[in-house]
C-alpha cells in the first residue's frame, strides 16, 4: 500500500494564531487513529504575514486515511472549522519522488502547490519539478514531490530550509534561475515557507 498524505492549508483564524498550543493538543488527540505515519502543523513565517496555516499528515494507505474521515471526521472538521477564517482547501497527495517528512521536518519548509498550464504535458510539468527537486536535494536541501490522489495533476513539492532567506539566496545561483523559471512557464505556481511542528510522542 502507497502512502498518501493529505494537505489542509487555511487562512488562519485568531483563534489558531493565538492558541496554538491549545489546537495542537486537540489536533494530536485526535489524530491518536490506526494507520497515522506522521502528522504535522503549523503556520505560514511571520516575513510571509504568518496569514494560512497548514495541517499535513501521512497515512499508511488512501484507506486509513478515508478510515479517519469515517470514524472522526466530524470531530476534525469541527477542529478545523475553529481553526480557519476562510479559504479551506484540501488536497490528497502521492509520492511521486522521495517522502517529504525530512522536508517538514526542517527548520524552514517550502511549499509549492503547482498545476500546469494548459496545453503543456503532464509529464513535462512533473519532470521540470523532479529536476528542481533533485537538484536541491542533492545540494542539501531536503526535497520531496508528490502528484494528487484525484488525477487533477496538481503537484506538491516540499523543501527544507533553514529559512527562507536561505531559499531566496540559493535560487539566485546558477543553475537555479534557468530551472525555476522553466517550471514556472509550464505551470501556475503557488509558493509559500511554513514552520511545521511534528505530532509529539
Excluded: C
Excluded at 497527495?93 to 517528512?101: D, I, K, S, W
Excluded at 528542481?132 to 542533492?138: A, C, D, Q
Amino acid at each position: 500500500m502507497a502512502p498518501v498524505l493529505s494537505y489542509i492549508t487555511f487562512t488562519a483564524s485568531e483563534n489558531f494564531v493565538k492558541e496554538r498550543e491549545r489546537y495542537r493538543v486537540a489536533i494530536e488527540e485526535n489524530f491518536d487513529i490506526d494507520g497515522l505515519v506522521f502528522s504535522y502543523h503549523g503556520l505560514q513565517v511571520e516575513e510571509e504575514g504568518a496569514k494560512r496555516g497548514y495541517i499535513l499528515t501521512v497515512w499508511q494507505s488512501p484507506e486509513k486515511l478515508q478510515a479517519m474521515r469515517d470514524s472522526a471526521g466530524e470531530k476534525f472538521n469541527a477542529i478545523v472549522a475553529e481553526l480557519s477564517a476562510g479559504d479551506l482547501q484540501r488536497h490528497a497527495f502521492y509520492p511521486a519522488l522521495r517522502l517529504p517528512e525530512p522536508a517538514f521536518e526542517s527548520k524552514t519548509t517550502e511549499l509549492v502547490i503547482a498545476k500546469r498550464k494548459e496545453g503543456v504535458s503532464q509529464d513535462d510539468f512533473k519532470q521540470a519539478t523532479f529536476k528542481l527537486g533533485n537538484i536541491l536535494h542533492e545540494a542539501g536541501h531536503p526535497s520531496a514531490v508528490a502528484e494528487s490522489v484525484d488525477g487533477s495533476g496538481i503537484i506538491l513539492l516540499a523543501v527544507g530550509w533553514d529559512s527562507s532567506t536561505e531559499h531566496w539566496e540559493t535560487i539566485k545561483h546558477d543553475p537555479l534561475p534557468t530551472i525555476i523559471t522553466e517550471l514556472y512557464n509550464l505551470a501556475d505556481v503557488d509558493l509559500t515557507h511554513v514552520s511545521l511542528k511534528k505530532r509529539s510522542a
